[in-house]
């Protein structure tokens, strides 16, 4: 199978910004703490929606605390030795990329659907267990995007050819994940 040039081009661009992806992660990673340090700074008893937001700047910095960060880090090495990923590595790194973002998409997902039901139906919305509901959301959430995701790591893709074995690909029209 021959890899298209464009994706060969995206590619190769992918891997030489790896600088820049450390950079941006760092202002993302300062960018997300003031705002769970601002939003937790004036409340004195934690409310379902500012739960929900603090949870979505949590996964953000989770997002690049591991998988950017550890992308980044190994294409620097690669780029200044003979290092290259194994296996086991990039299984790791393309499970937490997924879980995180999946994460992150159900999670603004739940703010919309929560800041309707404020809107919407008002009274039915102060007679709820809203706090319970918040908490029980992301574990659903960080449950579903946990097994969506792990579960290709683990055996659930195309194993005709080893995405893994050489080079860490991790888009999912390439690898076929099943998603």
Sequence with gaps: MVTPPSIMHDERSLHNNAVAWLACSGLSVLANAWGI???????????????????????????????????????????????????????????????????????????SYHRMWMVRWPVNYRLSNTKKQAVHTVMGIWMVSFILSTLPAVGWHDTAERFYASDCRFIVTEIGLGL
């Design 37 to 111: 340090l601002s939003v937790s700074a004036k409340q004195k008893k934690w409310k379902p929606l500012e739960f929900l937001i603090c949870t979505l700047a949590g996964t953000h910095i989770l997002n690049i605390a591991i998988p950017i960060t550890m992308y980044s880090v190994i294409q620097l090495r690669r780029q200044h030795s003979s290092y290259e990923w194994n296996e086991g590595l990039c299984k790791v790194f393309v499970s937490t990329f997924y879980t995180l973002t999946l994460v992150t998409c159900f999670s603004v997902t739940s703010l």
